[in-house]
Each structure stands twice: as C-alpha cells, then as structure tokens.
C-alpha cells in the first residue's frame, strides 16, 4: 500500500522558514512527476513546483522554495525560505508517472503551514 506520509509544517513570522517532508512508504520516487502544491483557505490548489520534464517553480515562491529528493528517493522535501502570510496553507506533496504531462497518483496527507506577519 502506498502511502506519502508528511511532517514539518507548523506556524512562522514572516521571513522564516520551514521545510516540509513527504516520506514514502510502500513507494520509491522515480526523478520525474514529484510535487508540492497547497491550497489557501479559500482559493483554488496550486502548483507550488513540479518536476516533469523540467523543474519549475510557481512564480510567487521562485528563489524562496526549493525541492529535493533524498538519495534514496523516499523522502521528498520542500525548502521555503523568507516566508510571506501568503504562502499560508495546506500543503500536499504528489508523485507520479510521465505520460507526456505527470499523472499524479499518489498524495500525501496535508500538512498545514501558517505564516503570521
């Protein structure tokens, strides 16, 4: 049974930062189709970043969030720096297959991250 268990998420000030995990279980990551979105109260899921056939980063988080993979690919991870209260929210990590564009089968759970000004 695969699960994407995640941790790390908690509250900040503005300006400080967090990571987030996403740890498999039943599940190897492959270097394709890993991702991290999350959804504000109120507003529609966003991609946060995607790794497809390249890396890319939602504008609103480019040279504050990074994403990485543990060499073992079971953990995943979500590095965000110099946090604003807008990028409060739940946060879901996914990983899947490549068929042209990323399939994403599995999710993790939400963790939820909340950054006070």
């Known amino acids: 049974q695969v699960q994407l268990v995640e941790s790390g998420g908690g509250s900040v000030q503005s300006g400080g930062s967090l990571r987030v995990s996403c740890a498999a279980s039943?599940?190897?990551?492959?270097?394709?189709?890993l991702a991290w979105f999350r959804q504000a109260p109120g507003k529609e899921r966003e991609g946060v970043v995607i790794?497809?056939?390249?890396?890319r980063y939602a504008d609103s988080v480019k040279g504050r969030f990074t994403i990485s993979l543990e060499n073992a690919k079971k953990i995943l991870y979500l590095q965000m720096n110099s946090l604003k209260p807008e990028d409060t929210g739940i946060y879901y990590c996914?990983?899947?297959?490549?068929?042209?564009?990323?399939?994403?089968?599995?999710w993790g759970q939400g963790t939820q991250v909340t950054v006070s000004s």
């Open positions: 790794i497809g056939r390249s890396t």
């Open positions: 996914a990983a899947g297959d490549w068929y042209g564009t990323c399939d994403f089968k599995h």
């Open positions: 039943g599940y190897t990551y492959s270097r394709y189709c």
